[in-house]
Each structure stands twice: as C-alpha cells, then as structure tokens.
C-alpha cells in the first residue's frame, strides 16, 4: 500500500512564527503536491513538485515557501505565520504516466493565533 | 490556466436512489485524466473514478459511473443505489497527460438520507 505521511495531524503556532509540514511518501513518486483545504474553496494548490530540488507555485503560493531535498520528502514553509493561514494543508503523491493516482496524506489542521 | 468546477456546493439523495454530480473544467490539453476523489469525515482522500481523456467510453466502478462530454468539457460522476456510506465531499479533479499539476473543484457535499 502506498503511504503518504504528514508531521501532525493538528498544530498550534502563533503569528510570526516559522512553520514546517512535513510530506513523506514511500512510493518513488515524482510528483508531489501541497494544498490547502478551506470550506467553500475546495484544495487550492499552493506548490508542487515534479523532481527533486524542482519547485513550481501553484495557484496560492504568497506566503510559502516548499524544499525537496530528497525524492520522497516535500516540505512546506510558513515563513512567518499569519492567522489567515490557518487552514488544513493536504499533501498528496501522483503516480507516473499511464493510469495515474494521487495518494493523500491524512492532512494537517494548523491554528495559527 | 486549468481550471475546475463545481457548481453544486451541496446535494441530497435518498437512500437507494441515484444522484448526479456535476462537473466541468477548461483546458486547452488533448489529452488529460479526470478524476472523482471522495473525502468522508475521516479527512482521508479515496479515488473513486479515473477517466482517460482519449478513451470515449465512459468509466465505471460498480455504483459509480461517469458521464464525459469532452467536446463540453464535462465530467458528471452518477452515484446508483445510494448507500449511507456515500456520504461525504466529492471532489472534482484534473491532471494532464504526463501528470504535473494536480487541479481539484471546490468541491460538493453529500448527504444521504435513510
């Protein structure tokens, strides 16, 4: 089975600070994805990852920052946390060419006060 | 840009009963993958339906089947004999050919009432 696995499934932290969700999948997947889930807005795309050390912005990027240092782990940064950032953050794997499929992680609920 | 929507923010079905769900996208890409995810309560994503862009046959998986109207750019997800457990948010989504980025729909809210 395919295991995509976040950090946390709830954090706390307060404005200002310096946030990391961790994103490890266990599959060799090339393509990784950071989004986050607010009611109403469904998953906006905040970055993805195509290869290692290979970034692209999504469709909300302002604000974060992502590092792919190693093929299975894609990180994503708050780099000063604001409270309009509260949110939960999912990230997912998509499999290769062919038939492809995301696989999710278990998201993060983050409350920044 | 790709873009995905979903024009229902919630629906109803009885039990036992079918029910669509509505869905388009915009893209200017042949060849593409449609996607049905669901989200129960639980927060985990769980893939319901994959439709190939070049395939004309409209995908199926036991209850749930499809309607793709490339010309359109429709993508619809029939639900036959609802169950309880259907219950949940689905999600629309969209992935080019060599797969990339990964756009979903705001989403849909479904109940089933017993």
């Known amino acids: 089975d395919v295991k995509v696995t976040q950090s946390s499934r709830y954090l706390v932290k307060r404005t200002g600070e310096k946030v990391f969700l961790e994103c490890v999948q266990d599959?060799?997947?090339?393509?990784m994805f950071w989004y986050r889930q607010d009611p109403g807005l469904g998953l906006r795309l905040i970055y993805f990852?195509?290869?290692?050390?290979?970034?692209e912005k999504g469709d909300i990027p302002e604000g974060y920052s992502v590092s792919r240092e190693k093929k299975e782990r894609f990180s994503l940064i708050l780099e000063s946390a604001s409270t309009n950032q509260t949110s939960m953050y999912l990230c997912?794997?998509?499999?290769?060419?062919?038939?492809?499929?995301?696989?999710f992680g278990q998201g993060t609920r983050l409350t920044v006060v | 840009a790709q873009t995905v929507t979903q024009s229902q923010p919630e629906m109803s079905v009885q039990e036992a009963e079918t029910v669509t769900l509505s869905c388009t996208y915009d893209?200017?890409?042949?060849?593409?993958?449609l996607f049905w995810y669901k989200q129960p309560p639980s927060r985990q994503m769980i893939l319901v339906i994959r439709?190939?862009?070049?395939?004309?046959q409209n995908a199926t998986e036991n209850r749930f089947s499809v309607n793709f109207q490339k010309a359109a750019k429709s993508f619809s997800l029939k639900i036959s004999d609802s169950q309880l457990g259907d219950a949940a948010m689905y999600f629309c989504?969209?992935?080019?050919?060599?797969?990339?980025?990964?756009?979903f729909g705001a989403g849909t809210i479904l109940r089933v009432k017993s």
């Open positions: 439709q190939e862009a070049y395939k004309q």
């Open positions: 989504a969209y992935c080019m050919e060599y797969g990339n980025k990964l756009v």
């Open positions: 893209t200017s890409e042949s060849d593409y993958y």
């Open positions: 997912a794997s998509l499999t290769g060419q062919g038939r492809p499929e995301a696989f």
């Open positions: 990852s195509y290869d290692v050390k290979m970034k």
């Open positions: 599959m060799d997947h090339e393509n």
